[in-house]
Each structure stands twice: as C-alpha cells, then as structure tokens.
C-alpha cells in the first residue's frame, strides 16, 4: 500500500492493484466483510424459514359463531325484547289516554309529556342495551385473550379476514363465553 497526496493536502491509501486480491483496489476487507455479513444473514434466513423460530402461532374466530351461540347475547336480546314490548304496552295505553282527552289544550300537553317520556324511556333503553353490549364485548375478547394465551398463540384475527391459514379456537371460545 502507498500513501498518495491530493489537492487539498491530506494523505490517503491508495492500494496497489497488486496487492489487492481481487484486483479492484483496496476494498478486499469491506467486500470480505459485507460477503460474511451476507451469507450469514443468507443461513439465518433459511434456518428460521426451516424450523419454527421465526414462525409466529396465529388463530381464528368466527366471532359469528361466538355471539351467536353466547347465552349473555341471548339474554340481552330477550330482556331487549321484553322491554321494547313495555314500552309499546305503555305507549297504547297513553295514546288511548291522549285520544279520549277532549280538550284540546290538555290533548297538546298529553302529547307533549308522553313524547317526552317516551323519548327518554327509549334512550334509557338504548343506554342500558348499548352499556350491556359494551360489556359483553369486553367479555368475549378477554376470553378470546385467555385461550390465545393458553394455547400459545401470538395474534388472533376473525376468519372473516383469512383467507387460508390459522388454527380456528371458536368452539374453545364458546365453550368458555358466560
């Protein structure tokens, strides 16, 4: 190796194509390097292609399945039910009372109050059912958690989404969903 001086003063290497091996100058050791850099990360690949390290355990659900067959789901939707029949029961019997008014200014104040009843026992309605849901939801995913957890798996995404592939944990789930 010489030491050259360019225009602006400062010293540096220049190989002799001769003493390089390869003869392009004096990038042996950096070629020599990035070649070992790559083979190696060439093996890591295909070994963790080949065995199960880099492999991540995925399942799915049918979440279909999952609120369908759940019996909390079932309930909310009968105590729904039941309460939205209440409330129709109610809204005939005011609207037999709001009908039989004669005067008409009392008729208007029926109507205003019953309107204002009714639209506020219906957002009641909806609160309680919407809350419900709410927490019926939250229970299904901690479940979803609690078998993922227990049986390895790293991601959990719906079958609606899958195409091909996954290990399919629904009937685990809705063994478990109270």
């Known amino acids: 190796m010489r030491k050259e001086k360019n225009s602006l003063d400062e010293t540096k290497a220049v ?3 001769n003493s390089c091996c390869c003869g392009k100058g004096c990038c042996c050791k950096k070629c020599a390097v990035l070649i070992v850099a790559v083979v190696a990360f060439v093996i ?3 070994v963790c292609a080949l065995s199960d390290c880099c492999s991540e355990k995925i399942a799915v659900v049918n979440l279909n399945n999952v609120v369908s067959q759940s019996p909390l789901v079932s309930n909310l939707k009968q ?4 309460k939205t029949a209440e409330l129709s029961n109610w809204l005939q019997t005011v609207q037999k ?3 039989n008014e004669q005067d008409k200014t009392k008729k208007e104040e ?3 109050k019953y309107n204002t009843e009714f639209a506020d026992k219906k957002a009641q309605l909806n609160n309680d059912y919407n809350s419900e849901l709410k927490n019926i939801d939250k229970n299904i995913s901690g479940v979803i958690a609690e078998v993922a957890k ?3 798996y790293k991601m959990v995404i719906t079958n609606t989404n899958v195409v091909y592939g996954g ?3 629904t009937e685990d789930v809705v063994a478990l969903v109270k």
């Open 79 to 82: 105590n729904y039910y039941a």
């Open 44 to 46: 890591g690949v295909a």
């Open 15 to 17: 190989c002799d194509n």
């Open 110 to 112: 029926l109507l205003k």
């Open 150 to 152: 227990k049986k390895g």
């Open 97 to 99: 009372e709001v009908d």
């Open 167 to 169: 290990d399919d944990i």
